[in-house]
């Protein structure tokens, strides 16, 4: 072991010493040559050995869903139908959900709205809405007039 890494050491170092004493400026662009063709080489035996993976895995299901058909014809068993549409995926990160228009927001008060205060007496359900209303906007006018004061 100790000999491998003194000569991966001292190694290195001996061909750059070649190189230098012996090199006639031909070699370096051979090996770039030759070390660009190999790279070539690499990556097309990874593509095909990828292209080999990708068959088998495929011909692999094939023979599944032979196998899972044969089971379903012997039991009787109905294929379930995949459903093509999907429903619309949240986001999983909150900063990135799509943002609501002014309309959207105002329908979902609304609703709200109409949940809270519908129930019992229309009329009462207008005054709390009123007084809701009006606490709100006493809320941020105090809000803005601390800011202000602030500043």
């Known amino acids: 072991m100790a000999a491998f890494i003194a000569k991966q050491m001292v190694g290195s170092q001996l061909n750059a010493v070649k190189g230098a004493v012996g090199g006639d400026g031909g070699d370096d662009e051979n090996d770039k040559e030759k070390e660009e063709e190999a790279e070539r080489e690499r990556q097309e035996a990874i593509r095909e050995a990828e292209e080999r993976r990708k068959e088998k895995h495929r011909k692999m299901e094939e023979e599944r869903e032979k196998m899972r058909q044969e089971i379903r014809d012997k039991y009787n068993i109905k ?73």
């Open 79 to 151: 294929k379930k139908e995949e459903v093509v549409e999907q429903a619309p995926q949240e986001e999983p990160n909150p900063l990135m959900r799509k943002k609501k228009t002014p309309e959207e927001l105002a329908a979902e008060a609304e609703q709200e709205d109409l949940d809270d205060f519908t129930n019992g007496d229309p009329s009462s359900g207008n005054r709390k809405l009123k007084n809701s209303i009006e606490t709100q906007v006493n809320e941020i006018k105090t809000q803005i007039e601390g800011k202000c004061s602030l500043q």
